[in-house]
């Protein structure tokens, strides 16, 4: 299970830090990620992290903005926000693919079979 918490509403520039905490069986975990989704729009890739190597991927959009880790001790991934932009209001949502599972990609909602409930995020202007 994943549980991710975090979101609210910030002034542009601003930043926020997201959680996501796995329970369960975390030992089968291969990678974590987050997707957003806006109101009318598709859920899109965010940004991932291997688990045990702590490889990262990144959507273009949040290059140099956001940072994903990972505290392997507390079973807890993040998200570190700066510099957010209106255009990063969404509802975020955190997800997980386990070992064994069949691979569609890093950036495809279909690579990740556990997925958490959701924190919206908001940016003001």
């Known amino acids: 299970q994943l549980q991710a918490s975090g979101g609210g509403l910030v002034q542009a520039g601003g930043s926020l830090r997201l959680s996501c905490a796995a329970s369960?069986?975390?030992?089968?975990?291969?990678?974590m990620g987050w997707f957003r989704q806006a109101p009318g729009k598709e859920r899109e890739f965010v940004a991932a992290?291997?688990?045990?190597?702590?490889?990262?991927n990144y959507a273009d959009s949040v290059k140099a903005r956001f940072t994903i880790s990972r505290d392997m001790a507390k079973n807890t991934m993040y998200l570190q926000m700066d510099s957010l932009k209106p255009e990063d209001t969404a509802f975020y949502y955190c997800?997980?693919?386990?070992?064994?599972?069949?691979?569609?990609?890093?950036?495809?909602?279909?690579?990740?079979?556990?997925w958490g409930q959701g924190t919206q995020v908001t940016v003001s202007s």
């Open positions: 992290v291997t688990w045990n190597g702590g490889n990262t």
């Open positions: 369960g069986r975390t030992f089968s975990l291969y990678r």
């Open positions: 997800a997980a693919k386990t070992f064994g599972s069949r691979s569609y990609g890093v950036a495809s909602k279909d690579e990740y079979d556990c």
